[in-house]
Structure formats: C-alpha cells, structure tokens
C-alpha cells in the first residue's frame, strides 16, 4: 500500500470495489450464476447453484449484477485512463499496489489469460468468457493492457487453474 495517507485511503476504495462484498469479482460471480442459471451462458448449472448460496444470489440480485459489473469497470477504466494521462501505469501513484494485483486477476473473470499462459477446463473459460453486450461495452481494452502489464512485470506466468 501506498505511504501516503491520501493515496492509502484511494487504494483501499479501490481494492474494496474489485475484491469486496458488492465488488466487481462478487458481482461478476453473481452475473455468471445468473447467466448459468438462464442457460445463457455463465457457470454450469451445477457450479452456478453452488455459487448462488455462497455469494446471496436471488433473481433481483442477479439481474442486477451486469448493472453493476459494467459501472465497476468504467469507474476502474477511467481511474486508468487518468492516472496514463498523469503520466503512469498504475491505479494510484506510480508504483505496483495491491490494487494493480487485485484488478489483473479479476480481469481473469472476463477475458482469462490466453491457454499457454493460464491453462484451465474448457468448461470454466467458457464460462469467463461469457459477456452480455453491457459488460463487452464496458470493458475497456485499457483493463486488458493494464492487466497484460502486471502479469509481464510483476506476476508469474504460467498459471494453472
């Protein structure tokens, strides 16, 4: 974390929107239940309902979480696209924070790392890859490069899920 007071408190929003309750993993999890669960995609049924009691899904909650899964991503897009216009790579500062950890693996959720690099079941990228046209519109390629970069400079590749 950041040593700046400032930046510390920014970076721990910022990490509680990606990896807390109602964050963007949670929510992108509740989205593919719900997409499991419609037959459009998303989890296996089995995997979905297995999920559904872990993360308090419900019909409303899980029509709701592609609302809320395309507003993280362009709040996390545009925090990106300013902090490149200020001159840096990262979420806060200029420096790799938990915040860059968290966002590049979560990206996993919606675009995972090609198979050479993170190899996995057919059947659970499948799954990841399932995009409704809000979230697509949402995700910003910044997202993708941004996660490309800490996975290249800072994170061990390959990866086996």
Avoid at 98 to 112: E, I, N, Q
Wanted: hydrophobic residues 40%; aromatic residues 8%; glycine residues 8%.
């Amino acid at each position: 974390m950041p040593p700046d007071a400032s930046e510390r408190a920014l970076a721990f929003g910022l990490a509680h929107e990606i990896c807390g309750e109602a964050g963007l993993g949670w929510s992108r999890r509740l989205q593919l239940v719900h997409a499991g669960l419609q037959n459009s995609g998303g989890f296996p049924e089995r995997v979905a309902k297995y999920l559904a009691e872990k993360y308090g899904y419900g019909g409303d909650t899980g029509a709701a979480a592609g609302a809320r899964v395309a507003d993280l991503l362009r709040m996390l897009a545009q925090r990106l696209e300013a902090q490149r216009a200020a001159g840096s790579r990262y979420y806060v500062g200029h420096a790799l924070t938990a915040v860059d950890v968290y966002s590049a693996t979560v990206m996993a959720l919606f675009r995972p790392l090609p198979p050479e690099q993170c190899k996995m079941r057919d059947s659970t990228r499948a799954a990841f890859e399932t995009r409704d046209a809000q979230t697509e519109a949402a995700l910003n390629p910044i997202l993708v490069d941004h996660r490309d970069m800490v996975y290249s400079k800072y994170l061990e590749l390959p990866l086996s899920l």
